[in-house]
């Protein structure tokens, strides 16, 4: 069992910032990449961002300049740092983490970001 829980939503004004963290506990035998997704009413599950054991990150162009993926090996942890928040970024942000490199891997239960104008 895989267990991730993820923390550091909330509500913010436009412009603002949030920190989020996800850690990954249980049957964790290895970790190809872990990453963030987010979904918003009426939209899609979407990536936001992911970072691969080697540290190679992606992006959503969407997201690019204004949020920041690291982890901490260690403590299988994953942070989001979004900087620059925008109405449009309000959803909620999902952790995902993926053993290998294929499959969907296993997901979190979300949590919400709203984003005020």
């Known amino acids: 069992q895989v267990q991730l829980v993820e923390s550091g939503g909330g509500l913010v004004q436009t412009g603002g910032s949030l920190r989020l963290s996800c850690v990954a506990s249980?049957?964790?035998?290895?970790?190809?990449?872990m990453g963030w997704y987010r979904q918003a009413p009426g939209k899609q599950r979407e990536l936001v961002a992911s970072i691969t054991s080697g540290g190679n990150t992606n992006y959503a162009d969407s997201v690019k300049d204004r949020f920041t993926i690291s982890r901490d090996n260690a403590k299988n942890t994953v942070y989001l740092q979004m900087n620059s928040l925008k109405p449009e970024d309000t959803a909620v942000y999902y952790c995902?983490?993926?053993?290998?490199?294929?499959?969907?891997?296993?997901w979190g239960k979300g949590t919400l970001v709203t984003v005020s104008s």
């Open positions: 995902n983490y993926r053993p290998v490199a294929i499959g969907t891997g296993y």
């Open positions: 249980g049957s964790i035998f290895n970790i190809y990449a």
